[in-house]
Nanobody
Framework: QVQLVESGGGLVQSGGSLRLSCAAS????????MAWYRQAPGQQRELVAS???????NYADSVKGRFTISRDNAKNTVYLQMNSLKPEDTAVYYC???????????WGKGTLVTVSS
């Protein structure tokens, strides 16, 4: 079965950095588009960044220039390097994979990132 396991969250001061990791299993990782979403308290879940099988990337405007998504196909792992963190980046960050046929969304359990001012 599909498993997505996030790690790397924690408490960091404003301006600091964190790197999130998501280890995937049960999928053909090298051909999969992977993504990071986040959900702040009282807010809807939003797309942060995505990366295709050929490593094309897409970012939310709010994180462009600060966050970098990358992948290591040998390790079946996708990363999110977060620099210049702001208090508004505080959220639970989720790893995401969508199987196309049948269309099914898979989520990790999430990792909490807290940025103090």
């Amino acid at each position: 079965q599909v498993q997505l396991v996030e790690s790397g969250g924690g408490l960091v001061q404003s301006g600091g950095s964190l790197r999130l990791s998501c280890a995937a299993s049960g999928i053909i990782f090298r051909v999969s588009t992977m993504a990071w979403y986040r959900q702040a308290p009282g807010q809807q879940r939003e797309l942060v960044a995505s990366i295709t099988s050929d490593s094309s990337t897409n970012y939310a405007d709010s994180v462009k220039g600060r966050f970098t998504i990358s992948r290591d196909n040998a390790k079946n792992t996708v990363y999110l390097q977060m620099n210049s963190l702001k208090p508004e980046d505080t959220a639970v960050y989720y790893c995401h994979f969508r199987r196309l046929i049948p269309r099914t969304d898979y989520w990790g359990k999430g990792t909490l990132v807290t940025v103090s001012s």
